[in-house]
């Protein structure tokens, strides 16, 4: 089942990265850059410095995040 | 009481029938019964032209959708999800983040247990969320119609499945990097594709699987990281 959940995120990812390539959009892609890397330090900070209550709201935090960098990027 | 599992599963499926079969009953009436207060009448005409054109474009997608989704999802998440609709940008997420969190592995009884809770949380989360903010409609109206944050709104899929991303590439570098690479190159040949990513899910996921499979065979994989 990782496959597949791995499959559905390359499915997405993907068509953010042909957008930037194909129509020069870079906004989705670079929201998604920003939710991820977000994301990898909250999953540092909860394995590797037991700030075990971050795990639960790690990927509500990386969206609100990611949402505020895009409208930053969006309006460079 | 001993918790036993066939017979939450045997539950499951009945309740799942009963109120599923209520919902589609309600949801088709819907227009009837709206026709009968406003006493306006239905041409049955162009109403059978009109499903057919509707029909022919939904059922094969329906059918799919349900075959990608139904195993990721489990038995109590599906009488609930295909009701309630936003499987993508909702309760798939939904699932995968609880999934994490609990740490439970795809087809055991506390899966099962744990997506049906997290669908049932979204789609209850989601009718609250709708529904208030269908009562401060009119003062959100101007913060939801902002230029300025219009990119935040266009782009919470984005935001989402790049956090999820982080969390699910990492499980396996030569899956991820293969069905990117080949979602990527397909976009570019054919950029018609980069605005179907439902259907998209199809030959993505398949071959995922198919890899993952063969990496399984080939002793590169674990059992439980397939």
Known sequence: MVAMFIGMCATFIGSYISTAIVYKDILPISTAIVAAIVMKINIYLVEKKNFAKLESFSLALSMIIAMIAAVLIGRL | ?226
């Not at chain 2, 059922?59 to 936003?86: D, H, K, Q, R």
């Open chain 2, 1 to 226: 009481m001993d918790f036993n599992y066939n017979n939450y599963i045997k539950s499951i499926h009945r309740y799942g029938k009963i109120m599923l079969s209520i919902g589609v009953i309600l949801l088709v009436s819907a227009p009837f019964v709206i026709a009968y207060i406003t006493d306006s009448h239905i041409i049955w005409d162009g109403f059978f032209k009109a499903i057919v054109k509707v029909l022919i474009i939904y059922l094969p997608s329906s059918i799919v959708e349900f075959l990608i989704y139904a195993p990721m999802i489990g038995i109590g998440g599906c009488y609930l999800v295909f009701l309630t609709g936003n499987i993508t940008n909702l309760k798939l997420p939904c699932v995968f983040n609880a999934r994490e969190i609990a740490k439970t592995e795809s087809g055991t009884p506390e899966d099962e247990i744990i997506t049906t809770l997290s669908v049932a949380t979204s789609a209850l989360v989601t009718m609250l969320v709708i529904f208030v903010g269908v009562l401060l409609l009119i003062p959100l109206t101007p913060i939801l119609q902002s230029p300025t944050l219009q990119p935040a709104f266009a782009n919470v899929v984005a935001a989402l499945f790049g956090a999820l991303s982080m969390q699910y590439f990492t499980k396996n570098y030569l899956i991820s990097s293969s069905a990117l690479i080949l979602m990527v190159v397909l976009c570019i040949v054919f950029p018609f594709l980069i605005r179907q990513t439902g259907t998209m899910l199809i030959p993505i996921g398949g071959i995922s699987i198919g890899l993952s499979y063969f990496l399984f065979k080939k002793g590169k994989l674990d059992y439980d990281k397939i």
